[in-house]
């Protein structure tokens, strides 16, 4: 079993529409959970991270969290053209240390189409 | 723009060369993770450094080694290169401590031909 798997792709939403982009993972000692975007030929960039139970809206992004269903998903309303990238989920257990080991989802492919 | 810059953006490598990858880290931030992202894939993580010491390490083998500067840059060196080596490699900066968001740089393109 893979660590953090997210749902299986591409995801096809309409210009405008809900993005709904889910995660789960396997290590009940993960703390913190980040969503990254990653455009084709890019690096991933950061654009939400979520430590505790509940929802956290940015903006466009809400980022949800459920830790006893070890659960992470990002809604992305009104989504636009240029929301189309790979969006990767990433699990840390820091073990309370400094130590700071992402581990990443395979990532999800998402296109919004005009 | 996250501010951390790595070199080269593209290299080309035979099988059984060495290869140094550099990474400069944000402004502030002193600890540097390497991670290796084969297509289609996420990241995996390589190493971290913390204050110029290896502060923890995936599965990869001794061949991945690296250093951290003063300056808290940072070096990911590979030696005996393999066909499978080929990816992207990416160094993420983060304050350290208890604050955990990483920051990418814009990656180095590794082919091993």
């Known amino acids: 079993q893979k660590e953090v798997e997210q749902n299986s792709g591409p995801l096809s939403v309409p210009e405008g529409a809900i993005a709904s982009l889910n995660c789960t993972y396997s290590?009940?000692?993960?703390?913190?959970f980040f969503w990254y975007r990653q455009y084709s030929g890019k690096s991933p960039e950061l654009i939400m991270s979520i430590y505790s139970n509940g929802d956290k809206e940015d903006g466009r992004f809400t980022a949800q969290l459920n830790k006893a269903s070890q659960y992470v998903s990002l809604l992305i309303r009104d989504s636009q053209p240029s929301d189309s990238a790979t969006y990767l989920c990433?699990?840390?257990?820091?073990?309370?240390?400094?130590?700071?080991?992402?581990?990443f989802g395979q990532g999800t492919i998402l296109t919004v189409h005009p | 723009e996250t501010g951390v810059t790595q070199s080269p953006t593209h290299l080309i490598k035979t099988r059984g060369q060495q290869v140094t990858l550099r990474c400069s880290s944000q402004s502030g931030h002193n600890t540097v993770s390497w991670y290796q992202q084969a297509l289609g894939q996420g990241p995996q993580f390589i190493f971290q450094?913390?204050?110029?010491?290896?502060?923890g390490r995936g599965n990869f083998p001794p061949r991945f080694s690296g250093l951290q500067f003063p300056n808290y840059s940072s070096e990911l060196n590979v030696n005996a290169l393999e066909l499978d080596d080929s990816a992207l490699y990416l160094c993420?900066?983060?304050?350290?401590?208890?604050?955990?968001?990483?920051?990418f740089g814009p990656g180095t393109r590794l082919t091993v031909t």
């Open positions: 450094y913390y204050r110029e010491e290896e502060n």
């Open positions: 993420a900066s983060s304050l350290g401590g208890t604050t955990y968001e990483q920051y």
């Open positions: 290590d009940r000692g993960s703390q913190s």
């Open positions: 990433a699990g840390l257990n820091a073990g309370g240390t400094s130590y700071g080991k992402l581990t």
